[in-house]
Every structure is written in structure tokens, then in C-alpha cells.
Nanobody
Framework: QVQLVESGGGLVQSGGSLRLSCAAS????????MAWFRQAVGKEREFVAA????????YYSDSVKGRFAVSKDSAKNTLYLQMDGLRPEDTSIYYC???????????????????WGQGTQVTVSV
């Protein structure tokens, strides 16, 4: 069973930066495509970013493209999300997730991910 643990959330002012981390319990990053999702109060969970298991290709939602960067350190078995230029609308619980699907067109959907972390809260003040 893959276990994922997020950290790095907190309170930051608008325009500030945070880096989230997701530690995996096994050599997950080489075998799985990894992603970040977020869920704000009263809203559905939405895709933020993903990084493929092979080649490290990255994908982003339009709302974060150019501000967020997803990366991984396979030696440390850790996934990262660097968030710059944060806005109040980025306030959410952020989750990391893992999938071994080979269908890249499906990686933006929560249903494609069988493994999830517990989430970390990010709050951006005005």
C-alpha cells in the first residue's frame, strides 16, 4: 500500500511563496505518475499539477500555470510543489496523489488516482 504524507502548508500573504512536499513510503516516484490536487471549502477537488513517472513531463491547470512548479526527487522519494505568486483564491487543502495509469489524458481526474495523502492546508491572506 502506497502511503503519501504532505507537508509545508501554512499561512502566507498574497504574492508570497510556499513549497509543499509529499513523502512516499516506497520507491513510488519511479513507478507512478504523481499529482497535486486541491480542494477549497464548498468546492470539488480539482487538478493542480502532475509529473509523469517516465521522462518527468509536467502538466498544469490553467489557473496555476506560470506560478506553480511540480518536481520530484526520486532518490528522496519526495514530490514537491513550488508555489509562487500566491493569491487568495489558491486557499485550499492540497493533496498529493499517485497513479500507475498509462493514459495521460486521464491524469487530470481524481478518479484516476487510487492513492492519496491526508492533505495540507494552504491559506493565502489578502
Amino acid at each position: 500500500q502506497v502511503q503519501l504524507v504532505e507537508s509545508g502548508g501554512g499561512l502566507v500573504q498574497s504574492g508570497g511563496s510556499l513549497r509543499l512536499s509529499c513523502a512516499a513510503s516506497e520507491p513510488t516516484l519511479r513507478r507512478y505518475t504523481m499529482a497535486w490536487f486541491r480542494q477549497a471549502v464548498g468546492k470539488e477537488r480539482e487538478f493542480v499539477a502532475a509529473i509523469r513517472r517516465n521522462g518527468g513531463y509536467t502538466y498544469y491547470s490553467d489557473s496555476v500555470k506560470g506560478r506553480f512548479a511540480v518536481s520530484k526527487d526520486s532518490a528522496k522519494n519526495t514530490l514537491y510543489l513550488q508555489m509562487d505568486g500566491l493569491r487568495p483564491e489558491d486557499t485550499s487543502i492540497y493533496y498529493c496523489a499517485a497513479t500507475n495509469t498509462g493514459i495521460m489524458s486521464s491524469i487530470r481526474f481524481t478518479r484516476s488516482y487510487p492513492h492519496w495523502g491526508q492533505g495540507t492546508q494552504v491559506t493565502v491572506s489578502v
